[in-house]
């Protein structure tokens, strides 16, 4: 009886090349981290190492030495709690992404009920976006249903559109 018959080959991790691709792809997100403006980077839930290593990282002028530093960003993505949710929060910026429009698609949804059906959604987008403005968001409602009925357009919807745009971006960051 030959022993080798019964061995089956035993699963040793991914493969060096799947490593490889998968770094590649951190270093991808840390390059898109790099065109994000400040105000976008604050509003990622990163750490502080990584925040600084992007900072840096901006400063450093030789190409090879800004090839070196974004491997060692994608090293420190790595090691972030949930690199999935930064790469959504990043694709939430760029304006061709799904997540992008999936929420602009979301706060006109619920901007054209508000200005339809009033003061009840807006406490069932309160109970969506907790940290919203209750007392602003009544009043944009009003504001946007009075250009609607006098048939003007002051830019009232749009006002509202942003503000809701805003709360879901804080909602879902």
């Not at 069932?124 to 919203?132: I, K, M, T």
Request: include cysteine.
């Amino acid at each position: 009886m030959d022993d080798h018959e019964d061995e089956a080959p035993q699963y040793s991790g991914p493969s060096k090349s799947q490593l490889k691709r998968e770094m590649h792809a951190l270093q991808g997100i840390g390059k898109r981290m790099l065109d994000l403006s400040n105000e976008q980077l604050d509003t990622l839930t990163i750490s502080d190492t990584l925040r600084r290593a992007i900072e840096e990282s901006r400063r450093i002028k030789q190409n090879e030495a800004k090839r070196r530093h974004l491997q060692y960003i994608g090293k420190i993505i790595r090691q972030e709690d949930d690199p999935e949710a930064v790469e959504r929060a990043i694709d939430a910026f760029d304006s061709g992404s799904e997540e992008h429009t999936r929420r602009h698609h979301l706060a006109e949804r619920w901007r054209d009920r508000m200005i339809a059906e009033g003061d009840s959604v807006a406490g069932e987008f309160f109970n969506y976006c907790p940290g919203a403005d209750i007392q602003h968001l009544r009043n944009l409602v009003r504001n946007a249903r009075k250009d609607l009925e006098k048939q003007k357009n002051t830019g009232q919807a749009r006002k509202l559109f942003r503000y809701l745009r805003e709360c879901v971006d804080e909602a879902e960051a």
